[in-house]
């Protein structure tokens, strides 16, 4: 049986909705400047693989364990790394939060929404973001503990829906039988709100502007 507390259930995606930037080279270079200060000279090789991308060499989701791979190390003891991923989580709210997107959520949380964020950032640093936010429920990428791997699927466009989708059915909530809200800047997001009954675009990318003025969804601009 369903928790009752998830008759109500509000998804927000991370990095540039409740974020103003992006979140993971940010992390990255935190780790770097106090960890192994030696990988500077790989940072230029970041520059190498995001055009690697770009020319669609590399996928989204192996660009993600290069780049891991590189300021991190392939392999490492992920132990180690909580102290840094809550300092950096520390950083972020203080810096880099909308707070528009901090009422939105606390009025979510006041009219009895579960808050769950649903992120492609790596959950190796967005639990500690997720804790500060006050956020139980976590949907994000993993990795391979203590490798540059992932662990499954890039937690991103209809990937981020697939998982989701699994979350609600562990946590017993059959479809139909929830109110969900949903907030999210990127187009890429389309079947995560296209899985909500009130879809929201939060300060949206052009592509997401347009296509939720065509299925008449909220635009609400958060910067």
């Given at each position: 049986m369903a928790d009752p507390s998830f008759s109500r259930i509000a998804i927000y995606?991370?990095?540039?909705?409740?974020?103003?930037?992006?979140?993971?080279?940010?992390?990255l270079l935190h780790v770097l400047a106090r960890r192994q200060r030696w990988r500077v000279v790989l940072v230029p090789l970041m520059g190498l693989a995001g055009l690697a991308y770009a020319v669609r060499l590399v996928d989204r989701r192996r660009l993600k364990a290069i780049n891991l791979a590189l300021l991190v190390g392939r392999r490492f003891d992920a132990?180690?790394?909580?102290?840094?991923?809550?300092?950096?989580?520390?950083?972020?709210?203080r810096r880099n939060i909308h707070a528009q997107a901090l009422a939105q959520i606390a009025m979510d949380r006041a009219a009895g929404f579960r808050i769950v964020l649903a992120t492609a950032s790596f959950r190796l640093y967005v639990d500690a973001i997720a804790k500060q936010l006050g956020i139980a429920d976590v949907i994000a990428t993993d990795n391979v503990p203590g490798r540059?791997?992932?662990?499954?699927?890039?937690?991103?466009?209809?990937?981020?829906?697939?998982?989701?989708?699994?979350?609600?059915?562990?946590?017993?909530?059959?479809?139909?039988?929830?109110?969900?809200?949903?907030?999210?800047?990127h187009v890429s997001d389309a079947p995560m709100l296209e899985?909500?009954?009130?879809?929201?675009?939060?300060?949206?990318?052009?592509?997401?502007?347009r296509l939720a003025r065509q299925r008449g969804w909220t635009i609400v601009d958060w910067k």
């Open positions: 995606d991370m990095d540039r909705t409740i974020t103003r930037h992006g979140t993971m080279s940010g992390f132990t180690r790394l909580d102290a840094l991923a809550d300092s950096y989580a520390r950083r972020v709210v540059a791997r992932l662990a499954g699927p890039n937690c991103y466009g209809l990937d981020k829906r697939a998982l989701i989708d699994a979350w609600l059915v562990r946590e017993g909530v059959a479809p139909g039988t929830a109110e969900i809200r949903a907030y999210s800047d899985l909500a009954g009130t879809p929201v675009a939060t300060t949206p990318s052009p592509k997401l502007r």
